[in-house]
């Protein structure tokens, strides 16, 4: 069944260091902790710069949606400026990361896949008008980053989400994007084969 996920109705957890909030959009399985998870996506808030929590065995992507450029330092072997210009990095959340936010809070899109369980994709599209999403996997979840409204709809179903909302999708394999100008991140959750 397709879950559309309001993000009026959830409400921001604040980081134990004072650095920001994260608001968690959906992990699994339901009621899942920071410590369980198969896989987690969540929209946070880096108000000043400091380090990220270490999670072993977690791949992650984080995904710029609003707000300023954060350098992030990660195992002190690359940094990457999230920008507008490279809003996308992944790393192993094992790998100690140190964020440098540079003016401006920034809000930022964050996946987080459990190694031996599941890994993700996640890919950035613009939509003006029309845009035709082809299933890729069992578990697709939409999240409209920036633009007023999105509609979303297959043969059989229709909702609209409003900025910052959330659909999961069902077992349809063909939906239907439409808005003026919207940007929306598309994240397909993949089973490793042994756990299908």
């Known amino acids: ?101 540079d003016g401006d809070p920034t809000t930022d899109f964050n996946v987080m896949t459990r190694r031996e369980r599941c890994s993700h994709q996640l890919e950035r599209r613009l939509v003006r008008d029309f845009s035709v999403l082809e299933r890729r996997s069992a578990l697709t979840v939409l999240f409209l980053a920036e633009g007023e409204s999105l509609t979303v709809y297959s043969s059989r179903e229709r909702m609209v989400l409003v900025r910052y909302d959330a659909v999961v999708l069902d077992r349809e394999e063909r939906w239907t994007l439409e808005a003026p100008s919207a940007t929306v991140f598309i994240v397909d959750i993949m089973p490793n084969e042994e756990d299908d």
């Not at 109705?9 to 004072?18: A, D, H, I, Q, R």
């Not at 959009?25 to 808030?45: E, K």
């Not at 790393?91 to 964020?99: D, K, R």
């Open 1 to 101: 069944m397709t879950t559309l996920i309001q993000y009026a109705s959830l409400n921001p957890t604040p980081w134990k260091n004072g650095g920001g909030c994260t608001t968690e959009i959906m992990a699994s399985p339901p009621g899942a902790t920071l410590h369980d998870f198969d896989w987690r996506i969540s929209l946070a808030t880096i108000a000043q710069s400091g380090p990220f929590s270490v999670f072993p065995g977690i791949d992650r992507t984080l995904t710029l949606v609003d707000g300023g450029n954060v350098v992030l330092d990660v195992g002190n072997e690359r940094k990457v400026a999230l920008s507008e210009r490279e809003p996308v990095v992944a790393f192993p959340g094992e790998v100690p990361v140190n964020a440098t936010v």
